[in-house]
């Protein structure tokens, strides 16, 4: 059964001997390294970057099944993917979001102490 199971799975159009195996597992490295980047500030993450990845993503999960023969484990992948920038982007702009009220914020009080100091 499971000698049986291996084999249809080496054999498979998107298998292990192909180039359809490998990339995917390969980009699971920038998944893993987008969840890494929940650790970091948003501050120091790039914006275009997470864009991309999350468009690429969700471009390459639909391309995965459309094609014949259909590739789940790259759809798989992509899709973490875009899951992964989608999040990081959003985080991005909270972020910058929050960055503008502080200034703004900022730029009230001084105001206001200028306006009181007169």
Known sequence: MFR?????????????????FWAPAMKWTLVLSGIGDYARSPEYL????????????????????????????NATVNFFLAIVGAVQVSRILVYQRQQKR?????????????????
């Open 4 to 20: 049986a199971g291996f084999k249809r799975f080496w054999n498979h159009p998107a298998g292990p001997k192909t180039v359809h």
């Open 46 to 73: 790039s914006i275009r970057q997470y864009a991309a990845l999350c468009a690429t993503g969700a471009i390459w999960t639909r391309w995965s099944l459309i094609v014949r023969p259909k590739n789940y484990f």
């Open 102 to 118: 502080i200034t703004a914020q900022s730029e009230q009080r001084t105001e206001l102490a200028r306006s009181l100091a007169a």
